[in-house]
């Protein structure tokens, strides 16, 4: 039996969602001249849509941004606008990575390192731009380890994304393998849900921003992975065999697996 162990990335990787991405996205506004920018709590109500350029989209039917900007008028036009706020955001998120200033989360780069020890494929399935993913990927686990992971899959590969199980299930197909032969990482609902309707076992890390939404389908819920020098791994809740301690570790993703493959 294989065991594929597939990451998301914003959020699971790496508190990106409030210190890189809304940084990003609200410098690159403010570079364009466009008088806008997401509070921390509207960027978290952002978030229920997968995508980066679809948050932005979705400004173009909010009465209150189109108060202070007027878009394009053509289908065309709006969609090279947000093309063209992608493509400087993406590169403001990049400059962001590359200070450090975002640690990696607790815990990541320890399970990889272990998982691989112990015959799993590693994989990252996420909705952000490829550029954005390979820069947190190597980031949180260091040119090595990030050279070892087998896909990754991010950005407009599926068209339909989070919480559509595309993503997942192409993930799956890449790879070669059953879904049941996967656990995904994830840390939100819509994550949460694409990897329950592609078939996968969910293990939920949650971050400030996700904490209080329902992850009644995850095998289990977790505070972090944990590191035994750093932030240690606290249970929220469970529904599996796994017992982790102070860490989650590749023991527990085996009794997680095999929990899955038997239901």
């Not at 993503?167 to 694409?194: H, T």
Request: charged share 25%; proline share 4%; hydrophobic share 40%.
């Amino acid at each position: 039996m294989s065991k594929v162990l597939i990451f998301d990335c914003d959020g699971v990787l790496a508190d990106t969602e409030q210190f890189g991405h809304l940084v990003a996205f609200n410098q690159m506004w403010s570079e364009l001249g466009v008088p806008w920018k997401w509070s921390v709590e509207e960027y978290g109500r952002k978030l229920a849509i997968g995508g980066g350029k679809e948050r932005m989209a979705s400004l173009l039917y909010e009465p209150e941004f189109l108060a202070v900007f007027q878009p394009p008028d053509s289908e065309d036009g709006r969609r090279e606008m947000i093309e063209a706020w992608h493509k400087r955001k993406t590169a403001i998120y990049k400059e962001i990575i590359s200070t450090g200033k975002i640690p990696a989360r607790s815990g990541v780069r320890r399970l990889s390192e272990e998982a691989l020890e112990s015959g799993w494929t590693l994989a990252v399935a996420s909705t952000s731009a490829q550029e954005s993913v390979d820069a947190v990927l190597r980031h949180a686990m260091g040119e090595e380890t990030a050279g070892r992971f087998s896909l990754v899959l991010a950005g407009d590969v599926v068209k339909a994304k989070k919480p559509a199980p595309d993503i997942y299930i192409l993930a799956a197909r890449e790879l070669g393998v059953s879904p049941r032969e996967c656990v995904v990482v994830e840390d939100s609902r819509n994550g949460l849900v694409a990897a329950d309707w592609a078939g996968m076992k969910c293990v939920v890390t949650v971050s400030d921003y996700t904490k209080e939404e329902d992850f009644s389908e995850a095998a289990i819920v977790l505070t972090c992975l944990g590191d035994p020098d750093g932030e240690k791994c606290r249970v929220l809740a469970n529904r599996s065999a796994a017992t982790p301690g102070d860490c989650f570790t590749a023991d527990d993703l085996d009794k997680v697996l095999i929990q899955g493959a038997a239901t």
